[in-house]
């Protein structure tokens, strides 16, 4: 899938921009860590404009993922909710916001559906046209840089799953944080290095994703790439989002505890799980599980980091 993609070195550490770093016995080539920083980082990554395109984010590629499944949509709502409710409590009141990268605009239609006044930018047309026709979203299918939308304007501007796919990950929070009002916000979200899933996962770890994720953050290492880009971190989390339509498998899975699986099983019962027979959890475990989940974000251990900086 892969043999004819245009592969690129990576020279500098993606965080901070450092040139020294040492082999992390992890994937086939292994990953680095920056001796600067200490963020763990890929040694090559495809060339974007090979990886970003139409088809990326509905199944159709050899990258990217197929959002569009109706329980994958309601999923994406349920999550987005959980982000907004952690936002709203880090920057305050309602406002405008910005999110780039909007993808399908699942963030966004919930953010509006709770007050916000939302806009978003997306490079892959048919995600951004997704967005406007059957969301009715603000999207413009653009590069923030070439948007013509206005600077210095946004309340918050928000980037999920977009910084660990940055080389210059710096530049780009430097380049988002134009478009934000003084004393706004910037939001990034990214999978968790640190999180009790990749530390039992090993290469197995879904936030991996060689040739596409580029800087594997942790709560540190996010914190001091937004310091570096010259933000100030207000909040830096790491929930999860365990859901009640998910498998036990599925949460199991989440919490990084897959390996027992077996052992596990009579914590489940049988269900129903998008349509099908399923094993699902007991509603005993599911609180448990989400009593399990709030410890993993009080460690820092949760299954992604959500940071939130504000432009001074
Ligand atoms: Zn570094």
């Known amino acids: 899938m892969t043999a004819d993609l245009q592969i690129h070195q990576l020279k500098n550490c993606p965080g901070c921009g450092g040139d020294r770093s040492h082999v992390v016995p992890l994937g086939d ?3 680095r860590r920056c001796d600067g920083c200490s963020l763990v980082y890929a040694p090559r990554y495809a060339d974007p404009a090979e990886v970003y395109v139409e088809g990326y984010l509905f199944g159709e590629t050899p ?7 109706p329980l994958f949509q309601e999923f994406l709502a349920y999550a987005a909710t959980l982000r907004l409710q952690l936002i709203e409590k880090a920057v305050g009141p309602k406002g405008t916001l910005l999110d780039v990268g909007c993808g399908t605009g699942e963030l966004l239609a919930v953010a509006r559906a709770r007050g916000w006044t939302t806009t978003g930018v997306e490079p892959v047309e048919q995600s951004a046209r997704y967005a406007v026709d059957k969301r009715g979203l603000d999207v413009r299918a653009a590069m923030l840089e070439e948007s013509g939308l206005p600077e210095r ?12 796919h940055m080389v210059d990950a710096s ?4 380049s988002i944080s134009r478009w934000v009002r ?6 990034v979200e990214v999978p968790n290095w640190h999180s009790f899933h990749r530390r039992n996962a090993g290469i197995a770890w879904n936030g991996f994703r060689p040739l596409e994720h580029v800087g594997h953050y942790g709560p ?15 909040m830096v989390r790491t929930p999860g989002f365990l859901w009640e339509k ?25 269900g129903e799980h998008n349509g099908q027979s399923a094993i699902v959890p007991r509603r005993f475990t599911s609180r448990a599980f ?8 009080r460690l820092g251990v949760g299954q992604v980091v959500l940071g939130v900086a504000r432009v001074d």
Do not use: C
Not at 171 to 174: E, P, S, T
Not at 182 to 187: A, R
Not at 255 to 269: A, E, F, K, P, Q
């Open 29 to 31: 080539p292994p990953l």
């Open 63 to 69: 990258f990217g993922l197929d959002l569009m499944h």
């Open 153 to 164: 304007t946004y309340d918050v501007v928000s980037a999920f799953h977009v910084v660990e």
């Open 171 to 174: 530049a780009f929070l430097r």
């Open 182 to 187: 003084p004393g706004g916000y910037v939001v």
């Open 220 to 234: 540190a290492t996010l914190k001091a790439t937004l310091r570096g880009a010259g933000l100030t971190p207000v």
């Open 246 to 270: 998910q498998t036990l498998d599925h949460q199991l899975d989440d919490l990084g505890l897959y390996r027992w699986n077996g052992r596990l099983r009579r914590l489940g019962r049988v």
């Open 290 to 297: 989400l009593g399990l989940q709030a410890i993993y974000n």
